[in-house]
């Protein structure tokens, strides 16, 4: 793969360089801040080689690539004149939480990610020495009291011990504040003299105020607070400092006044808020374990693609032998195997090749890694039902860990490769139940994944674009599945798109008017912009016919003549709402050419409406396509193109 033709195809999919303010990565995705997510074509960046899929969250545009994102942002950081989101000018992320540009749960989904992604590679590579540390002296390998064993155990306890100091950088850098001193307050609360003061036990006072003593180092909660804090601090001194002495007094106001509040104040609330979810996760534990346990692996999947799993951060962060996780990391366990034997049994059925090799990389990916992104939006959510198989093998699953109380020693991401993280000297029966909790996990999703199917199409799911007719040198205007009883194209409906396989394909839907092709999301009306009636796209029309999108029947003509509804002879469902609003012109500026009832062929007029009429009455032209069973088809996706006749498809149905 020439990754530098991919960097380049990627940033003119989202918009072009000018559009980006800046760009980080986790394990698995490229994290965009666009300044507008409009100009960015899914379906284009869909269609690039190596993309799995596209998510709308938080601000932030994520292409999901896989284990191989370092690659990708390497060489589109390469191309130049993109912004690093992990530099001091970084995403506008906490700026739009300020304006209001989003809503509470998705300031907070993204403040977590945005701080915790950074973090997640020294994560999984201490994570995993813990686990060989618990290994190699049940094996024999190495003896708990030589020097060796305490130096690993170092090696894997570096990470989570200094993990204030590396979430200060990080939150540090979400809410722009200065990096270096967020840092130093950090240092501050895990200095060895403070925890020398914990651990003595005695009560220790600052100007007279008492301090409440709290160990810091592994903590979470704590040091975001602080630093969520700092960002006003740090903004109230900047004004009220003079120029000419700011330099100096900065810097020396801000350390007293941070590490005052980080010891008195803000950081006993945040590790009483630590404890309160460690004790209320405790409580659901000890009444209802075995339900708690079904649900969390069942919808863990769900919670991974919001980030909010990392909300249970000071809960499986701290997980060892003296305080095992019995709640979340088992959870993983169980839809982590899931999610990698949906995909493997995606990978051994399909006859898509193109889906081959996505679904086998993204098993490996997650069975033998724990990084399950590349199943999820690769294969099991992109086709539904390898979704739904994972999620109740994972809850079948989480019930039988809830009921026997597995339990992990060590944070680790939750794989075949991890799982002596279930090991502990006395407790050999948890790890037998953790290996029957993998087996059950993966024989039931790999099963129930092959019995419940899923439809992928025949060569590719990209998709096509539109060829000539060879025979008349005209477009072809044919929906590309329109096929026979039996489920093969039938001769006198074939087109060149179509492959006579049996197998579901590509449907099109044509443009019923020329004009400016705009995604739904851009319709100025809540109803067809949030999908409430179904997927689709809208078309500001620039002329006054508007003709039937393909073969089909009209279900219905209103009689306001405002909007009409059509059914394709594949199945599809649409609604063609000529104009916002319009129904209020009681059928004034529109003349139907067709009746409920009447059969149409691709390109037969519809429907005249005059649309300076409409206007000059005060009324958006904007005309909404809607597909209104669009849970029938696995995906609706909207051409690239911006400007569409009526021989252009505008929306693409799998």
Not at 283 to 288: A, E, H, L, M
Not at 613 to 633: C, E, H, Q
Request: with cysteine; hydrophobic share 45%; charged share 15%.
């Amino acid at each position: 793969m020439d990754y530098s033709e991919v960097a380049r195809s990627i940033v003119k999919a989202v918009g072009g360089k000018q559009n980006i303010r800046s760009l980080t990565h986790c394990v698995t995705r490229l994290r965009f801040y666009l300044k507008d997510e409009q100009k960015a074509s899914d379906t284009t960046v869909k269609d690039i080689d190596g993309v799995l899929g596209v998510n709308h969250q938080s601000g932030q545009y994520q292409i999901i690539i896989g284990n191989g994102v370092g690659t990708y942002y390497d060489n589109i950081m390469a191309l130049g004149g993109i912004q690093a989101a992990n530099a001091d000018t970084t995403s506008d992320a906490a700026e739009d939480e300020t304006k209001g540009h989003t809503n509470l749960f998705d300031t907070f989904a993204n403040f977590i990610s945005s701080c915790m992604s950074p973090l997640i590679p020294a994560l999984i590579g201490g994570g995993m020495m813990k686990v060989i540390v618990i290994l190699l002296p049940l094996i024999h390998v190495l003896s708990t009291t030589s020097q060796t064993y305490k130096i690993l155990a170092i090696f894997g306890d570096a990470p989570f011990y200094f993990l204030p100091v590396m979430l200060a950088f990080t939150a540090a850098n979400y809410f722009k504040v200065s990096q270096i001193l967020a840092v130093v307050i950090a240092g501050i609360m895990i200095h060895p003299n403070f925890l020398a003061m914990v651990n003595a036990a005695k009560p220790v006072h600052f100007i007279g105020i008492p301090v409440t003593l709290f160990n810091y180092s592994s903590s979470v909660i704590p040091i975001l607070m602080v630093v969520w804090a700092m960002k006003y601090i740090e903004k109230g001194l900047k004004r009220v400092i003079p120029n000419s002495i700011k330099s100096i007094a900065l810097p020396l106001l801000e350390i007293f006044i941070m590490g005052f509040l980080a010891l008195i104040v803000i950081g006993p609330i945040g590790s009483f808020a630590g404890k309160g979810l460690s004790a209320a996760i405790l409580f659901i534990q000890s009444k209802v374990g075995w339900l708690a346990m079904a649900l969390m692996a069942a919808f863990m999947p769900l919670i991974v693609m919001t980030g909010m799993h990392w909300a249970f951060a000071p809960i499986f962060l701290a997980a060892s032998v003296a305080t095992p996780d019995s709640l979340i990391l088992p959870a993983m366990l169980a839809a982590n195997v899931a999610q990698g034997a949906a995909s493997l049994a995606v990978a051994i059925r399909t006859k898509n090749e193109k889906t081959r090799q996505v679904a086998g990389a993204a098993s490996i990916s997650a069975l033998l890694a724990g990084v399950t992104e590349p199943s999820l939006y690769g294969v099991t959510l992109k086709y539904r039902r390898p979704l739904y198989a994972s999620m109740i093998a994972g809850g079948i699953t989480g019930l039988f860990m809830g009921i026997v109380h597995l339990k992990a020693f060590a944070f680790a991401v939750p794989s075949f490769v991890a799982l002596p993280q279930f090991m502990s000297n006395g407790q050999t029966q948890n790890f037998m139940f953790a290996l029957i909790a993998l087996v059950m996990s993966f024989v039931m999703s790999f099963v129930l994944t092959l019995v419940l199917g899923w439809d992928d199409g025949p060569e590719t799911t990209s998709v096509p674009k539109q060829k000539s007719n060879l025979a008349t040198n005209e477009p072809a205007l044919a929906l590309a599945d329109d096929t026979g009883s039996n489920g093969t194209a039938t001769e006198s409906e074939t087109d060149s798109d179509t492959v006579s396989s049996g197998v579901r394909t590509t449907k099109r839907i044509y443009s019923p008017v020329q004009g400016e092709l705009i995604t739904m999301a851009s319709i100025p009306d809540d109803t067809f912009a949030k999908g409430m009636l179904g997927k689709g796209c809208g078309i500001i029309p620039e002329d006054n016919h508007f003709y039937a999108p393909f073969d089909g029947t009209v279900e219905t003509v209103f009689p306001t003549k405002h909007a009409i509804g059509l059914k394709s002879k594949t199945g599809i469902e649409l609604l063609i709402h000529i104009g916002l609003d319009t129904v209020d012109l009681k059928g004034k500026p529109f003349t139907a050419h067709v009746s409920q009832g009447d059969h149409v062929k691709q390109g037969q007029l519809l429907m005249d409406a005059d649309l300076k009429a409409i206007k000059a009455a005060g009324y958006d032209i904007t005309t909404p396509l809607v597909v209104t069973n669009s849970k029938d088809f696995v995906e609706v996706t909207t051409s690239d193109k911006t400007q569409v006749s009526t021989q252009d498809p505008v929306l693409y149905i799998i």
